[in-house]
Nanobody, 124 residues
Framework: VQLVESGGGLVQPGGSLRLSCAASGFTFGDYAIGWFRQALGKERKMVSCISSSDGTTTAADSVRGRFTISRDNAKNTVYLEMNNLKPEDTAVYSC??????????????????WGQGTQVTVSS
């Protein structure tokens, strides 16, 4: 099982980035994929998630309306489109997988498969 994130980088406030999470080694269509972020010195938090069954998407209040998650099952890839980025969005962003539906209650503890993360820095 492998999850590989890409698309991070340095962007000015108000700018945009699109992160990708490419999956292999498991039946991608059977898994929900979540995006998490961890700022320096802080705990890892869930940002957004997309289910496997009907593609239902959910997002944290802090990013709702600015971030959009989507998946392309033909490419085994999940995307996180991030717009109107703010300095407080600076963090390492990681994708993670669990079967079928998203779990916001247990957060990262219920996602068995993880990528290595990609750094997003929002600064002028």
């Amino acid at each position: 099982v492998q999850l590989v994130e890409s698309g991070g980088g340095l962007v000015q406030p108000g700018g945009s980035l699109r992160l990708s999470c490419a999956a292999s080694g498991f039946t991608f269509g059977d898994y929900a994929i979540g995006w998490f972020r961890q700022a320096l010195g802080k705990e890892r938090k869930m940002v957004s998630c997309i289910s496997s069954s009907d593609g239902t998407t959910t997002a944290a209040d802090s990013v709702r309306g600015r971030f959009t998650i989507s998946r392309d099952n033909a490419k085994n890839t999940v995307y996180l489109e991030m717009n109107n980025l703010k300095p407080e969005d600076t963090a390492v962003y990681s994708c993670a997988a669990r079967r079928v539906v998203c779990n916001w209650i247990d957060g990262p503890y219920d996602y068995p498969y993880w990528g290595q993360g990609t750094q997003v820095t929002v600064s002028s």
